[in-house]
T-cell receptor, first 113, second 115 residues
């Protein structure tokens, strides 16, 4: 099974500041897909951003961007201009050509007003 | 938008009961999944299904079974509920491997308490 590691169980950031959540993964595949999901308290898990491994350019979605380092098997999420609504549990996920998705253990992000 | 609907947000059952958790998706996804979410452990896959009547065990299938009689519906069954099955249960669906760049879509979750 593939392994996805999120080494930061908890993070905090001041409102309007920038925070980076880390994720590493273990794979022998060359073609795969990476995702960051956000799960607000008592709410549905939703997709934040995705990255295809064959693309060298880092994905960006508004205030969210990734730093994808394929050789290092690293996929970090950067949140710029943090807002109170960004407070949530964030999960990193991996999918290769199979049906399964593999998730990290999550990082709980607190945004301080 | 994809909608994945889980039948209950909160459920309280007693040990030894047979418990059914239902999940329905409206996007014609081939794949459906049941996860268990516990603090510090992330999402752990219980079972998934890639077609009607097809199922595969995930990482923690013991004590659970599933049923998929129709494409849009995937049920998780706790055969004889035990207190260690108290948890948050998440249902998800996705397209198959031909669309590997597509994410999973999740339901709201069912918080199950076994007393």
């Amino acid at each position: 099974a593939q392994t996805v590691t999120q080494s930061q169980p908890e993070m905090s950031v001041q409102e309007a500041e920038t925070v980076t959540l880390s994720c590493t993964y273990d794979t022998s595949e060359s073609d795969y897909y990476l995702f960051w999901y956000k799960q607000p308290p008592s709410r549905q898990m939703i997709l934040v951003i995705r990255q295809e491994a064959y693309k060298q350019q880092n994905a960006t979605e508004n205030r969210f961007s990734v730093n994808f380092q394929k050789a290092a098997k690293s996929f970090s999420l950067k949140i710029s201009d943090s807002q109170l609504g960004d407070a949530a549990m964030y999960f990193c996920a991996y999918r290769s050509g199979g049906n399964q998705f593999y998730f990290g253990t999550g990082t709980s992000l607190t945004v301080i007003p | 938008d994809v909608k994945v609907t889980q039948s209950s947000r909160y459920l309280v059952k007693r040990t030894g009961e047979k418990v059914f958790l239902e999940c329905v998706q409206d996007m014609d996804h081939e794949n459906m999944f049941w996860y268990r979410q516990d603090p510090g452990l992330g999402l752990r896959l219980i079972y998934f299904s890639y077609d009607v009547k097809m199922k595969e065990k995930g990482d923690i299938p013991e004590g659970y079974s599933v049923s998929r009689e129709k494409k849009e519906r995937f049920s998780l069954i706790l055969e004889s509920a035990s207190t260690n099955q108290t948890s948050m249960y998440l249902c998800a669906s996705s397209f198959p491997t031909d669309y590997s760049n597509q994410p999973q879509h999740f339901g709201d979750g069912t918080r199950l308490s076994i007393l």
